[in-house]
T-cell receptor, first 112, second 112 residues
Framework: TQLLEQSPQFLSIQEGENLTVYCNSS?????LQWYRQEPGEGPVLLVT?????EVKKLKRLTFQFGDARKDSSLHITAAQPGDTGLYLC????????????FGTGTRLKVLA | NAGVTQTPKFQVLKTGQSMTLQCAQD?????MYWYRQDPGMGLRLIYY???????DKGEVPNGYNVSRLNKREFSLRLESAAPSQTSVYFC???????????FGDGTRLSIL
């Protein structure tokens, strides 16, 4: 079974601080997505990364796919209360019966 | 611009009762999924349908059945509800299996 482990599990920071969330696996993924889930809603897709080493930016969010396509990171610059939510990574594994795996999640709270 | 619609949004059942959760998507997606989300557990796949006419078990299928009624609709049935099935249930869809998914807003189910 392929696993995607996220760290940290919980993060509480002050508005304006920077943070990085990690998504790690021992297996290779063909692509990787990041989702954000706000309370009472379903996850919403933020970005897809496909190529090893790829970096994508979405306003204050920077996403990176590891060179070996086994890990990814999400960096938020100058966090705002609106960034509060559950961040989930998910990936298309390269083997297995069902290949789309969700990570364990990072719950972020940004305090005003 | 509905996307993925789930009904009902909330439901309380007694142990042993049966219930069907409904899901419909209007994005012409081929693949549909049912997940449950428990506190601290992330998303766990119950069943999925890669295309109309096919269904397959996910990580936690016991106690559930599904029906892919047509391309748009994918229902989840609890035949004899148990307290362990208290959870938030999410339906999702994607253009093809193993691709990024669009989620509904969830059904909050409590079983007493």
């Amino acid at each position: 079974t392929q696993l995607l482990e996220q760290s940290p599990q919980f993060l509480s920071i002050q508005e304006g601080e920077n943070l990085t969330v990690y998504c790690n696996s021992s297996s290779v993924f063909s692509s990787l997505q990041w989702y954000r889930q706000e309370p009472g809603e379903g996850p919403v897709l933020l970005v897809t990364v496909v190529t090893g080493g790829e970096v994508k930016k979405l306003k204050r969010l920077t996403f990176q796919f590891g060179d070996a396509r086994k890990d990814s990171s999400l960096h938020i610059t100058a966090a705002q209360p609106g960034d509060t939510g559950l961040y989930l990574c998910a990936g298309e594994a390269t083997s297995g019966t069902y290949k789309y795996i969700f990570g364990t999640g990072t719950r972020l709270k940004v305090l005003a | 611009n509905a996307g993925v619609t789930q009904t009902p949004k909330f439901q309380v059942l007694k142990t042993g009762q049966s219930m069907t959760l409904q899901c419909a998507q209007d994005m012409n997606h081929n693949s549909m999924y049912w997940y449950r989300q428990d506190p601290g557990m992330g998303l766990r796949l119950i069943y999925y349908s890669a295309s109309e006419g096919t269904t397959d078990k996910g990580e936690v299928p016991n106690g559930y059945n599904v029906s892919r009624l047509n391309k748009r609709e994918f229902s989840l049935r609890l035949e004899s509800a148990a307290p362990s099935q208290t959870s938030v249930y999410f339906c999702a869809s994607s253009y093809r299996v193993n691709q990024p998914q669009h989620f509904g807003d969830g059904t909050r189910l409590s079983i007493l």
